[in-house]
Nanobody, 124 residues
Framework: QVQLIESGGGLVQAGGSLRLSCAASERTFSRYRMGWFRQAPGKEREFVASINWNWNDSTTSYADSVKGRFTISRDITKNTVYLQMNSLKPGDTAVYYC???????????????WGQGTQVTVSS
């Protein structure tokens, strides 16, 4: 079973930056799209950003709440997807999860592989 392994979470002051990374445990893992989601205490998990996993198409999508502050990117040669988070706010505090869509038949927003999550805490 392929594992998605996140890293890069931590504690940062408001206005600061963090970069999250997510690598698949198997280099040959085939996927169509990678995404980041987050879940704050007492709230439902929400979409943050996603990116195509295709050499010729790196189309991205962002939640309105992070547009202009967060950037998703990927390095296919390193089997890794990143989430650069700038101008962080206390409201960004959450567990951040990496996700992969391995089947094209899955609907928008549906992912079938998930990481364990990494904590991001933004202090005011």
């Amino acid at each position: 079973q392929v594992q998605l392994i996140e890293s890069g979470g931590g504690l940062v002051q408001a206005g600061g930056s963090l970069r999250l990374s997510c690598a698949a445990s198997e280099r040959t893992f085939s996927r169509y799209r990678m995404g980041w989601f987050r879940q704050a205490p007492g709230k439902e998990r929400e979409f943050v950003a996603s990116i195509n996993w295709n050499w010729n198409d790196s189309t991205t999508s962002y939640a309105d709440s992070v547009k202009g502050r967060f950037t998703i990117s990927r390095d296919i040669t390193k089997n890794t997807v990143y989430l650069q988070m700038n101008s962080l706010k206390p409201g960004d505090t959450a567990v951040y999860y990496c996700a992969a869509k391995s089947r094209s038949t899955l609907g928008p927003g549906q992912y079938d592989y998930w990481g364990q999550g990494t904590q991001v805490t933004v202090s005011s």
